[in-house]
């Protein structure tokens, strides 16, 4: 039985129908990817389903029961709670059940046989309720979702009053996580996340997480590794794609040229006959004539597929930038901190023209920073930038510092053109290039003060290409940019685009690093910085391998203790003792008698060897966040520790014969 049915769903604004006759199920676990345009009706969907909003006609069924969780920009947390305090008010339910069976504990003490039999029968449903709400390992999962999302636990202690939005955003994250409800809807969860917390996030949602998931994101890398069907809002209607986003992709290209196929031949067909009728309307086949041009208008009324209309994505076309100078920015010695908080320190760097460098590293560790300082925008505390000769530099910030606010988008265009061209540009010329980015001529209006996020982001953009720059420096370039925008950047930027200069790129959008750059700055959030001589996905591949060498060389070293541990104890052990231990009561020989020595110290390694895996094995994240299979762990090493006590005191008794 589907977890969701949304059937024929209709809603409009006005006479625009966003949604027009929509039907989508959802199956319980299924991780589904909503994706469309701006203003297609993604949003107006999922209000639809958390029930929001109601639809002008259609229908929304959920499975009775069923719990429906939903990320909101600004999540509702207590302000006088701490960080992990409001992470775990997701248990509430778990806190109650608790609550009550210490109640039952407390009324068994004093209980008649017939209300202790009542009492009894309560304490097993509750035990099996605490159990499916998460039973007794909550802090282990509590603590791994807070790390996997990037929260330290030097902030746990952070009244949710002082965090910063991005904390917050989060932590948000976090409890909606941690509740599990049955239907996960996720709207840009990525926004307030790093590298490693989105790939946390892409890993816990494909491999851990029991709930359904529809995924609203512009993280192509996401996306791929997540859902198992796309969703897509165009133009007021809904079509589905089996398999992951880039199968999307090739999916609908294939249905959009089959479509245009088929309205071409109609197109022909229809010339046909308009030829036919104008050439016999007025002659002694005006009859035939005119019933054909029944015909016609009917068949234009109901049967004419419509073109599929490309998506309109950004007609983004960097300019021949003049050549600049072999050395680009040289910086030696760079250091930087605010009071304790070291940023980087005896920092070199040199880049060369034409090279394309991108600098990763968690949030707040000093990125935006670092790229200041190469630009003389911000003092160091040590160390000298040089800049090197005939350098056009166009850089793309995520605050849009310089950004005049009275001014309207085509008004500041036109200023940018003209600061960047040596020439004052016309208005027609703004508009021409503000058209290029999807700004129609009412939006063209708009002042800078009033538009969106994302109109922002395009507007900086456009001024940005409207110069030959020949070294381009981005800070988070596609935060509000969609897919197909940020696909068009994408590939304006790569060398293959055309782009010749020299870029550096502060990212999290792990495809637009992969496709453009070829070397990396490593922020490790310790006041660490490195160079790497390689692409993300190399880096990645580095990096993953030298984690599990560290791992495998931390298990050689426990290992080699443990063994350690034991040859002391057999050769403290082996030596005489002035006092004999009891031997064992007259006619209670024990079975363990007819061991040899060989045999009983051969079965000791085997459970040694067995408990030291099963305690491997409770320290592996994955396991400790999983209440049952920590109570299954820990029977099985009270089981092998239940065997290996009396094997051992028979070795004792033999080694002091």
């Not at 504990?105 to 499916?132: G, N």
Request: aromatic fraction near 4%; charge should be negative.
């Amino acid at each position: 039985m589907p977890l969701l049915t949304v059937a024929n769903v209709v809603h409009a604004y006005g006479a625009n129908h966003v949604l027009d006759g929509a039907t989508v199920s959802i199956e319980p676990g299924e991780k589904v990817g909503l994706v469309g345009r701006n203003g297609s009706g993604k949003s107006t969907l999922l209000k639809i389903i958390l029930g929001q909003l109601a639809p002008d006609a259609g229908s929304m069924q959920l499975q009775r029961g069923a719990r429906v969780g939903y990320l909101a920009q600004d999540p509702n947390l207590d302000p006088d709670l701490t960080l992990r305090d409001a992470a775990e008010t997701a248990f509430a339910d778990l806190h109650r059940l608790h609550v009550e069976m210490h109640a039952v504990y407390d009324a068994m003490a004093t209980a008649t046989p017939d209300e202790l039999d009542r009492l009894m029968k309560k304490q097993a449903r509750l035990e099996s309720e605490i159990e499916v709400a998460g039973g007794y390992a909550i802090d282990h999962r509590i603590d791994a979702t807070l790390h996997g999302l990037g929260l330290t636990d030097d902030q746990f202690g952070i009244q949710v009053r002082h965090l910063s939005g991005g904390q917050k955003g989060r932590l948000g994250l976090a409890r909606l996580l941690l509740e599990a409800p049955d239907l996960l809807l996720l709207d840009e969860p990525t926004n307030h996340l790093d590298i490693d917390g989105r790939e946390w996030l892409e890993s816990f949602l494909a491999d851990e997480y029991p709930g359904a998931v529809i995924l609203v994101s512009h993280d192509r890398w996401l996306l791929d590794r997540v859902v198992s069907r796309i969703i897509e809002t165009e133009r007021g209607v809904v079509r589905e794609y089996p398999g992951n986003y880039e199968k999307y992709v090739e999916l609908r290209e294939e249905r959009m040229l089959t479509v245009a196929r088929q309205h071409d031949k109609q197109m022909d067909r229809i010339r046909q006959e308009e030829v036919f009728i104008r050439k016999y309307k007025a002659g002694q086949r005006a009859k035939q004539a005119r019933g054909r041009q029944s015909k016609l208008e009917r068949f234009k009324a109901n049967e004419v597929v419509e073109r599929p209309a490309e998506l309109k994505v950004m007609r983004l076309s960097l300019p021949k930038a003049p050549r600049s100078g072999e050395q680009v920015i040289v910086a030696e010695g760079l250091a930087k901190a605010y009071g304790d908080l070291v940023l980087f320190s005896n920092l070199d760097i040199a880049v060369a023209r034409g090279e394309r460098i991108g600098i990763i590293g968690p949030n707040g560790t000093g990125k935006t920073t670092l790229v200041r300082a190469l630009l003389g925008q911000t003092d160091v505390d040590a160390g000298e930038v040089r800049l090197g000769s005939r350098l056009s530099i166009g850089y793309y910030s995520q605050l849009h510092e310089n950004v005049d606010a009275s001014l309207t988008i085509w008004q500041y265009l036109q200023s940018v053109i003209a600061a960047d061209g040596g020439g004052r540009a016309t208005e027609q010329q703004a508009r021409d290039l503000a058209g290029a980015f999807l700004f129609s001529g009412d939006e063209q209006e708009k002042r800078m003060s009033e538009v969106s996020g994302g109109e922002r982001s395009r507007a900086v953009l456009a001024g940005l290409v409207a110069g030959a720059h020949n070294v381009l420096v981005l800070d988070e370039p596609t935060n509000h940019l969609d897919i197909p925008s940020a696909l068009r950047l994408e590939q304006a930027l790569s060398r293959d685009g055309g782009y010749e200069g020299t870029l550096l790129l502060i990212s999290h959008d792990r495809a637009l690093l992969q496709a453009t750059c070829d070397r990396l700055i490593v922020f490790d959030g310790a006041g660490g910085v490195r160079l790497f001589p390689g692409t993300y996905l190399e880096y990645q591949e580095r990096r993953h391998a030298d984690e599990q060498a560290r791992h495998a060389a931390a298990e050689q070293t426990r290992r080699q203790a443990a063994d350690a541990e034991k040859a002391r104890t057999r050769a403290a052990a082996a030596t005489p003792k002035k006092t004999k231990p009891a031997a064992p009561a007259p006619g209670r020989a024990t079975p363990l008698a007819k061991w040899s020595l060989a045999q009983l110290e051969a079965r000791i390694e085997t459970l040694d060897q067995t408990i030291t895996e099963l305690d491997m094995r409770l320290m592996d994240p994955d396991v400790y966040s999983d209440g049952e299979a920590v109570k299954a762990i820990q029977a099985e090493r009270r089981i092998c520790e239940d065997e290996k006590r009396p094997l051992e005191i028979e070795w004792l008794h033999r080694a002091a014969d």
